[in-house]
Each structure stands twice: as structure tokens, then as C-alpha cells.
């Protein structure tokens, strides 16, 4: 991957979303999305402005001159989410960071082996960040699906595919209704961390609070869980107090029942603005009549990654497992 080629797709982006936004007098991040709807379809009536046109014109050509890598391109529309973003303090708002989206890549890799014809899904696509950065790492082909509720971030998602010319099927809706969607092998998602709101679409999951709202990062997990295959895999970008909070023994009690717990990779501390935002990735498997737990758990304190050796010790350490343990737990 060419850096180069990464700041060109960035640069066109974000003049033309500055020019759509400046000039249509619309949000930055709805300008991307019309930017790259452009890109695609010059013939969109985007603007009756011909001086607009024009401008947007001059820079969707840098698009026809040279054909861009897909990471090249998730990159570059990454470095304007993020520009558009900026002073964003929802947690939804937030983006995957690159070394989170490449680890969780490497463990798909690890999960889904030979499978030629994988379903993978995440339930919090966000912008289609995480989701198509491990799409662009897996080895074969798969069947992606993603969803979210926020128009604004899943019309960033469709044109973020479109761009790279991934196929994925999206859900505008809250994750936690109901899904026209059969069971998949592999569910990927950066977990909303709070409380849901809505007390009664709640009470239909398990892990309902008794009183109050419930955690939507704990019904994420159950609803998860519904839409995997038996003895499929889950991979969850989770907060590091998700086993310490007020409602964390009921989570605990429901994942004995229903999943086995492959994992616990805790990210390194100096990557987070302050300790209460430190994240780690949960390997689950979805219980099946030919499942077991692994003899082990892999728990990992993964070191910075910008100490290579470091990090080279701890993958030997992850690949030793998966070859230990992996092999006897596919169902």
C-alpha cells in the first residue's frame, strides 16, 4: 500500500466535501457521503450549482486517473470520517483504530480457516471501517452483512463499501430488533458501550436489567450470540470493566450457558486517552451438541505496538494456542 496513494484519496475527499459543505451549507460528514456518492455517479443530481460541479468534477477525476488498492482507499476515506469527527463524544461516533482492526483481521483469519464461503456480520458497522478492514485482510471471499441506526454513519458505510467495491448487504435499524438475517460464522463488532434506552424492546433479551436500562453492550453480545451459527465465532472490541460492572455476574452466568470463552486480548493502556476508556478483544464460540471449551482460554496483556519484538513474542504466543487449541474446537 502506497502512502501517497492514501493522502490522494483523502485530499479529494475532503475537497470536495468542503466544498459541498461550504457551499450547500450541509454537515461535513453528510458532504463525504454525497462526495463519494459523486464519485460513483457522476449523473447524481447533487448540486445545480455549476461552479460546484465544476469543482467537484476536478477532484472525482484523481478517481479515474490511476485505480486505488482497497486499503488504500478505506484509508483515505477513514482520514476524512475522522477529520468530520473531530470534537464527536459519542461513543458511537467513535472510529475503530487501525491496530484494533488489523488484530481483529489476523483473528479471523485464525477462526474461519479454509472456509471459502463465510457469512461474517457486525451489528455496530458504524461507518463500514472495522468491518471492510477485515474484510481486506481475510484470504477468501465472504458474505458481509453490517447495520446500524444512525442514517448519517450507515450512508457513510454503504458509500465506504461502494468505494472499495466490497458487496455488503446493510441494515438501516437498531440491532437490537429483529433481523431478516439466516445465522453466520463470524460476528465482528466495536461494542456500543451505555445504556439502551428503549426499557421495553429490553425485557425481550436475557440480560435485561432488573431495574433501570439495560446495557446495550451486554444485549449486543446476546443478540450476537442469536444471530451466529452453533459453534460459529464472535470477535468484540469490549470495554476492559465489561466483567466488573453492576451487571456483570448476570453476563457472566449467561455466557457460561450459551458460549465458551476462546479468549481475552487486552490492549495496552497507552493506547487510550485515560484508563476507563481501555479496551480489550472477547473470543467467544456459540455453544453447539459438537462443541468444547478449550483447555485453556488464551488471556494476553498485549504490549504496545510499537515495540516489535515485543509483538512478535506475543503472535508466536497466539499462534502456538490456535494450533494447540483451535484444532479441537471446530465443530
Same mark, same amino acid.
Given at each position: ?5 492514501v493522502?490522494k484519496v483523502?485530499q479529494?475527499?475532503d475537497q470536495m466535501a468542503e466544498?459541498l459543505?461550504?457551499?450547500?451549507n450541509?454537515p461535513?460528514?453528510d458532504a463525504l457521503g ?6 460513483l455517479?457522476r ?6 450549482? /455549476? ?5 467537484l468534477?476536478k477532484?472525482a477525476a484523481?478517481f479515474d ?6 486499503? @488504500? ?7 476524512s470520517?475522522?477529520k468530520?469527527?473531530?470534537g464527536?463524544?459519542q461513543q458511537q461516533?467513535?472510529?475503530t /483504530? ?8 489476523y ?8 472456509? @471459502?464461503d463465510?457469512?461474517i456480520?457486525d451489528?455496530?458497522?458504524g !461507518?463500514? #471501517?472495522l468491518l471492510?478492514?477485515v474484510? #481486506?485482510?481475510?484470504e ?6 453490517? %447495520?446500524?441506526?444512525? /442514517? !448519517? ?5 454503504v458509500m ?5 467495491e466490497r458487496?455488503?448487504e446493510?441494515f438501516h435499524?437498531d440491532?437490537l430488533r429483529p433481523?431478516?438475517l439466516?445465522p ?8 456500543p458501550v451505555g445504556y439502551?434506552?428503549d426499557?421495553i ?10 431495574e433501570?436500562h439495560?446495557?446495550?453492550?451486554h444485549?449486543?453480545i446476546?443478540?450476537?450470540l442469536h444471530y451466529t451459527? @452453533?459453534?460459529?465465532y ?5 470495554p476492559n470493566f465489561l466483567?466488573e460492572s453492576?451487571q456483570?455476574r448476570s453476563?457472566?452466568t ?5 458460549a465458551?470463552?476462546l479468549?481475552l486480548?487486552q ?5 487510550f ?7 480489550s478483544?472477547l473470543i467467544?464460540q ?7 471449551a ?5 488471556l494476553?496483556?498485549?504490549?504496545s505496538?510499537k ?5 512478535a ?5 497466539? #499462534?502456538d494456542w490456535f494450533? #494447540?487449541e483451535? %484444532?479441537g474446537l471446530?465443530n
Amino acid at each position: 500500500m502506497e502512502q501517497q496513494n492514501v493522502e490522494k484519496v483523502y485530499q479529494a475527499l475532503d475537497q470536495m466535501a468542503e466544498a459541498l459543505e461550504t457551499r450547500e451549507n450541509i454537515p461535513y460528514l453528510d458532504a463525504l457521503g454525497a462526495a463519494m456518492e459523486y464519485i460513483l455517479d457522476r449523473d447524481t443530481e447533487i448540486t445545480e450549482q /455549476p461552479l460546484l460541479k465544476q469543482q467537484l468534477e476536478k477532484h472525482a477525476a484523481v478517481f479515474d486517473d490511476q485505480s486505488y488498492q482497497k486499503e @488504500e482507499i478505506r484509508k483515505g476515506i477513514q482520514l476524512s470520517i475522522l477529520k468530520g469527527m473531530k470534537g464527536a463524544t459519542q461513543q458511537q461516533h467513535m472510529l475503530t /483504530p487501525d491496530t484494533v482492526a488489523m488484530l481483529i483481521g489476523y483473528l479471523t483469519n485464525k477462526l474461519i480457516g479454509k472456509n @471459502e464461503d463465510f457469512r461474517i456480520f457486525d451489528p455496530a458497522v458504524g !461507518t463500514g #471501517n472495522l468491518l471492510t478492514a477485515v474484510l #481486506n485482510q481475510v484470504e477468501r471471499e465472504g458474505h458481509a452483512y453490517g %447495520s446500524d441506526v444512525d /442514517p !448519517t454513519l450507515i450512508q457513510l458505510a454503504v458509500m465506504n463499501a461502494n468505494m472499495q467495491e466490497r458487496q455488503i448487504e446493510f441494515f438501516h435499524q437498531d440491532s437490537l430488533r429483529p433481523f431478516l438475517l439466516e445465522p453466520v460464522d463470524l460476528v465482528v463488532s466495536d461494542l456500543p458501550v451505555g445504556y439502551y434506552p428503549d426499557d421495553i424492546q429490553a425485557a425481550q433479551f436475557e440480560l435485561k436489567a432488573e431495574e433501570g436500562h439495560s446495557y446495550s453492550h451486554h444485549l449486543f453480545i446476546e443478540q450476537s450470540l442469536h444471530y451466529t451459527k @452453533e459453534g460459529g465465532y464472535l470477535l468484540f472490541v469490549v470495554p476492559n470493566f465489561l466483567f466488573e460492572s453492576d451487571q456483570a455476574r448476570s453476563l457472566h452466568t449467561f455466557l457460561q450457558q450459551h458460549a465458551h470463552i476462546l479468549g481475552l486480548l487486552q490492549f495496552p493502556e497507552s493506547m487510550f486517552k485515560n484508563e476507563s476508556q481501555a479496551k480489550s478483544v472477547l473470543i467467544l464460540q456459540k455453544k453447539g451438541t459438537l462443541t468444547t471449551a478449550p483447555k485453556q482460554a488464551l488471556l494476553v496483556q498485549l504490549p504496545s505496538f510499537k515495540n516489535p519484538n515485543a509483538m512478535a513474542n506475543v503472535l508466536k504466543q497466539i #499462534n502456538d494456542w490456535f494450533d #494447540n487449541e483451535l %484444532s479441537g474446537l471446530k465443530n
